[in-house]
């Protein structure tokens, strides 16, 4: 490709990013000072080499993911994060409990970036429980407040019948907070435990058969408004797309990148996605933004690159 034609697609690649309609040969022509023939020959050259294609209920020329992978070229390795995005996160970090900082993640990304964002934790089963506390409710079920090694805290609401005194409980404490074991052993230590443990049999083998419900992976999404908002989303091909990747994160597009360690970018003909592992203490989670193909590459690039260096400082 030759230096013009390069400009040209460049052209053409960032104007119909920011406007959603084809492009004219004429608009490049004006914005290139080179006449509409010049154009015309360059645009049926890109065409024919498979960067550009053209709508049928339209005289301009849109990109195809050829011509946006070599467009993402220029904003290898991403910008810095600017001043007011990056106060933006870290304040927002700053007040987060540990409990919803995933989620006020999701929220200020989506609010910066103007499309959707996803945060996925996977199930985290090999984090260790380090204390439980069991407490007797009202309806008869039993509360498990459980500690992780992460700090994290989460919640197991089970029944045993019949209802344990309270002697039992704290007993049943003792017993697990002995075991320090990674989150997917501990049923069948639960189970063994309950052989040996007849007053306490009832209560570890219903702890250990509702245990499971601890790890499932998390999800937490924001700005599915601002990605409906896009023009794209009157076509049905991008709503199913992208309400599937919502749902299953970890389903992949058609093609994956690296853009620089661990910022990753997978896009078809209707979605694109930027993701970024990000490592805060022992916790493992992925940022992924949601938009268009027709996505502002150069900022969201530089929202995944400094959200991960962010939580990394």
């Known amino acids: 490709m030759n230096e013009r034609s390069a400009r040209v697609l460049e052209l053409l690649t960032e104007t119909y990013i920011h406007s959603a309609h084809p492009v004219a040969s004429s608009l490049l022509a004006k914005a290139l ?23 049928h209920t339209s005289a301009g020329r849109i990109p195809t993911r050829l011509a946006y992978k070599n467009y993402i070229k220029k904003y290898i390795p991403p910008r ?22 995933w989620s ?17 934790l996977p199930a985290g089963d090999s984090l260790r429980a380090l204390q439980v506390h069991l407490s007797l409710l009202l309806d008869s079920r039993i509360l498990a407040m459980v500690v992780l090694e992460t700090g994290l805290v989460r919640q197991l609401f089970f029944k045993v ?12 404490e003792e017993v697990l907070n002995r075991l320090i074991l990674p989150l ?3 049923p069948q230590a639960l189970t063994t435990l309950a ?4 007053d306490l049999a009832t209560t570890l083998l219903a702890l250990a058969q ?4 601890l790890y499932p992976p998390t999800l937490f999404s924001k700005g599915l408004t601002n990605l409906f908002n896009e023009p794209e989303a009157i076509d049905p091909q991008f709503v199913r797309q992208a309400a599937l990747y919502v749902e299953k994160p970890l389903a992949g597009l058609a093609e994956k990148a690296i ?17 970024s592992q990000i490592q805060w203490g022992q916790l493992a989670a992925q940022v992924m933004f949601l938009g268009p193909t027709r996505m502002r590459y150069a900022e969201v690039l530089s929202l995944a690159q400094g959200v991960k260096d962010i939580l990394a400082s």
């Open 104 to 120: 006020q993640i999701a929220r200020v990304m989506a609010d910066l970036s103007g499309y959707a964002v996803v945060v996925h």
């Open 195 to 198: 052989q040996s443990q007849e």
């Open 259 to 275: 853009i620089s360690e661990d910022v990753h970018l997978s896009l078809d003909d209707v979605l694109a996605v930027v993701a």
């Open 33 to 55: 000072e080179v006449s509409s023939a010049t154009v015309r020959h360059e645009l049926a050259a890109l065409e024919e080499a498979g960067y550009l294609e053209k709508p």
């Open 184 to 186: 997917t052993k501990m």
């Open 80 to 101: 810095r994060m600017n001043s007011r995005q990056s106060h933006a996160l870290k304040e927002q970090l700053e007040q987060s409990h540990i409990d919803n900082l």
């Open 210 to 213: 509702a245990w499971p419900q």
């Open 161 to 172: 019948s019949p209802t344990p005194e309270d002697k039992n409980l704290r007993q049943t």
